[in-house]
């Protein structure tokens, strides 16, 4: 057998033979099979004796080789990683020129006289390890310095946090948000290139929303196959309500009050909807009637008191003066 | 509200870490998933390919109603599943009468299918029906060599795509250094015809040749079945550009060495702590090779002890 020119992939240990065809096609699957694995010994022979002609190491358990790169691109898995957007603290260090210096771990603290953190557990300044804090002019009597001094600590903590939340919001628009963080209204995909962040939707909203869109159809849903299990939709809105085509007995112009009511919806941006004039004007009627009314009695004393129930009035505008 | 969640963890954070983007990849994980029906010969199928695979995959045992890797709404539920998994590979097996032992090959990029290759399984042999040696089995994780033949690779468009589909499913981890005893497998692919490839999974047996370079034997171990194109997707042309991106090469960092200007260039070695004292002495090292122990044994058999003991002890 001659010895053919292959490809050779070395970093992902391939040969190829564009060169082999199957001119008369073999008849069984058993001489078909030899055949193929008599091309491919071939093509692995080839592999590695271009293998083992590389410059070996001698290990442990046997000569190790570095490959070469493969020479077949195969795409990624993922995207590559994106530069992180600079945060504002970096941007404002740029501009003014500010480098940033490595700064101990361990400080000499002068009121104590001993070596301590700079941050953390028994540090160098601590708040709570002042004792006294002497008062100045400037101070209102009557201000506690102590919790002064913690409020100002909290207020520079909710600073700083709303800072880095802005700075990792900016980080998430550029597409490239620090791989153990994750922003939540909802969870988010740590990869994948999703720009928005969805707003959870609550229970009754999906409801709404699913009822809305079951009675969107023709015949208002009605005749709409229904999954398994799926409850009928909720109507949440207004029913609508139809006067009869014939008034009964019983009741008088609703058709006449309907209009009205519209009108007066629609006139009534200048009146006052508090008072209703024409209401306040007949009770004030009837009030003036019954007083005058009871004032003729007591004027004219009545002749059979005994006939006469005593009404107890229920009413306390009847005990008002007027 | 935006809240900002980190892992409580270091744990969890180094599993996270494990997923980002990066500039040099993990390898991919395999995604084994099957649909609503599957054939006997396909459940195999699938078994083995997980077999393959051991170390890099992971198989779905339930059956799914709503994936149809071809359609476009089809997709949602298989992107969800490479996102909670991180798997970028995925072999999804159907049967139905119109395509029977259908298997669709697939990639991710970013978690968003890349590309598909669609093909029947047909002649499908599992491991067991192959009768060999165990001692030469491949062993598990091991990297595979590839044998692909046939010119119908680079004129067919399909075959063009499977041959790269195929080369980056069983390709396994990418390594820099390879133990050359190591070598065990290969996948042999031959294009019999301008739609169908007969794959086939052998071990390898190495012999002894007159040169340093040993004599290849292959021993059909593994599955083997002829896929049959049906259908392929190839990548969108935007992602396909951004996909094969490569990562822009750093230079090695030398370490150990610095320049000095007086001086030149100077280098720094460290020197492990030497004990002269408790240096081994016996002969009797158990385990020497055997061209070693046999040369030990013809140095005893010469009556020449004393000298070339003397020798030895000075070469140790």
Known sequence: ???????????????????????????????????????????????????????????????IVRLPEPSTRLPREKHLPRPKPP??????????????????????????????????????????????????????????????????????????????????????????????????????PITGTQKVIPKKASKEEL??????????????????????????????GKHRKFLPVVEGKGMGAQEKEQTEKILNKLMARSSHDILDVDRAVTMFNVKTEKQRKREKEVSLPSTSNKLKSKKKTFKSSSKKKQ | MLKIKTPKTLKAKRALDKRAPKLVENAKKTLILH????????????????????????????????????????????????????????????????????????????HHIYDLVEVGVENFTPIESFKYDKKIAPRQGSKPFFAFIGENFESVDELKHLKEVLLDHFRGEIVENLNLTGVDRVFVCTAISSTTVSFKHCAIRLKKSGTS????????????????????????????????????????????????????????????????????????????????????????????????????????
């Not at chain 1, 992939?9 to 030899?34: T, V």
């Not at chain 1, 929303?209 to 949440?236: N, R």
């Open chain 1, 1 to 63: 057998m001659e010895a053919e020119k292959y490809q050779i992939d070395l970093g992902n240990l391939m040969a190829y033979d564009p060169s082999h065809h199957f001119q008369p096609l073999p008849s069984s699957r058993e001489e078909l099979s030899r055949q193929c694995l008599e091309k491919g010994t071939e093509l692995v022979q080839g592999v590695v004796n271009a293998l083992f002609s590389l410059p070996s190491t001698e290990d442990l358990d046997g000569p």
């Open chain 1, 87 to 188: 945060t504002k603290w970096e941007l404002f260090a740029k501009m003014k020129g500010i480098k940033n210096r490595k700064k101990d771990k361990r400080v000499f603290d002068e009121r104590t006289g001993t070596w301590k953190r700079r941050y953390g557990y028994d540090r160098v300044n601590d708040d709570r390890d002042v004792p006294i804090i002497e008062a100045k002019m400037t101070d209102e009597p009557g201000e506690d310095p102590f919790s002064k001094r913690m409020d100002e600590k909290k207020k520079r903590v909710d600073k700083q946090e709303k800072n880095r939340l802005q700075n990792l919001k900016q980080a998430f628009k550029a597409g490239d948000l620090p791989s153990h963080i994750q922003l939540a209204a909802t969870a988010l």
């Open chain 1, 207 to 236: 409801e709404g929303v699913a009822g809305m869109a079951a009675t969107a159809t023709a015949s208002g849903g009605k005749f709409d196959k229904k999954l398994p299990g799926e409850k009928p939709a909720k109507h949440t």
């Open chain 2, 35 to 110: 649909g609503t029906k599957t054939s006997c010969v396909l459940n195999a199928v699938l078994a083995q390919i997980f077999h393959l695979k051991k170390g890099l995959a992971v198989k779905f045992s339930r059956k799914n109603e709503n994936i149809r890797p071809f359609e476009s709404s089809g997709e949602t539920s298989l992107e969800f599943f490479s996102l909670k998994t991180d798997c970028s590979f995925f072999v999804f097996g159907s049967h139905s009468k119109k395509r029977p032992n259908n298997l669709i090959l697939g990639r991710m990029y970013d």
């Open chain 2, 213 to 316: 370079i040993p004599r290849i034997e292959l021993i059909e171990v593994g599955p083997s079945m002829d896929l049959v194109v049906r259908r392929h997707r190839l990548p969108n042309e935007a992602v396909k550009k951004q996909a094969m991106k490569a990562a822009p090469m750093q230079p090695r960092k030398i370490k150990n060495v610095s320049r000095d200007e007086v001086k030149g260039k100077i280098g720094k070695i460290y020197m492990p702590d030497q004990q002269v004292g408790g240096l081994a002495l016996s002969n009797n090292i158990k385990g020497l090779k055997r061209e070693r122990r046999e040369g030990k044994m013809k140095d005893k058999r010469d009556d020449h002890d004393l000298s070339k003991k003397m020798r030895t002890e000075e070469s140790l």
